[in-house]
């Protein structure tokens, strides 16, 4: 069984750039969900999507975006980078869209200049 | 507003010390509440889901519990490869997942 995998595992930025996070959930899981960790804090969430469609938003804002393929895979957009960016991105995957068990990737660390 | 809080913040056990960990919730409705733990630089690793008051599950020198408005995890004879950061997080009828800010925990030998 494959888990969770996140790409890249580091990502260099500059202020006001664009990023994009990649994800691939664990076999058998159809919910991706993404979150924000800074060092030293809780992760915090971002949205969660479920057969490709948005399935729940924390308090993010709208330059915070994201994509659920067919494969369930799933993408995390970022523009207009800040500085406050810069932290640990992590995508969780679970095998419904109802507060089942995720499963966490590695994580994308952004740091933004 | 969904709150965690998590206590202490920091943790340093001798060896085979044991002790519990807290976590205190205020949360609109609770569909569940999960106990993970973080190494350093790595993501968050699962440990138990708790659903209702009352429900207890153990894994190793781990057991945690679950009342209406906090979660304890005990940990009993730590070795230091238990060190870690423990996160606990609840899932609300929002469809939102709520983190504590975690303890880290210091086993020394």
């Known amino acids: 069984e494959t888990g969770v995998t996140q790409s890249p595992t580091h990502l260099i930025k500059t202020r006001g750039q664009q990023v994009t996070l990649r994800c691939s959930s664990q076999s058998g899981h159809n919910t991706v969900s993404w979150y924000q960790q800074a060092l030293g804090q809780g992760p915090q969430f971002i949205f969660q999507y479920y057969r490709e469609e948005e399935n729940g938003r924390g308090n993010f804002p709208p330059r915070f975006s994201g994509l659920q393929f067919p494969n369930y895979s799933s993408e995390l957009n970022v523009n207009a980078l800040e500085l406050d960016d810069s932290a640990l991105y992590l995508c969780?995957?679970?095998?419904?869209?109802?507060?089942?068990?995720?499963?966490f990737g590695p994580g994308t660390r952004l740091l933004v200049l | 507003e969904d709150q965690v809080t998590q206590s202490p913040e920091a943790l340093r056990l001798q060896e085979g010390e044991s002790s519990s960990l807290n976590c205190s919730y205020t949360?609109?409705?609770?569909?569940?509440l999960f106990w993970y733990r973080q190494d350093p630089g790595k993501g968050p690793e699962f440990l138990f889901t708790?659903?209702?008051a009352g429900e207890e599950k153990e894994k190793e020198r781990l057991k945690a519990t679950l009342t209406k408005k906090e979660s304890f995890l005990h940990i009993t004879a730590p070795k230091p490869e238990d060190s870690a950061t423990y996160l606990c997080a609840v899932f609300n009828y929002g469809q939102n997942f709520v983190f504590g800010p975690g303890t880290r925990l210091s086993v020394l030998p």
């Open positions: 969780a995957s679970s095998s419904t869209g109802e507060g089942e068990t995720q499963y």
């Open positions: 708790l659903y209702s």
């Open positions: 949360v609109s409705g609770l569909r569940g």
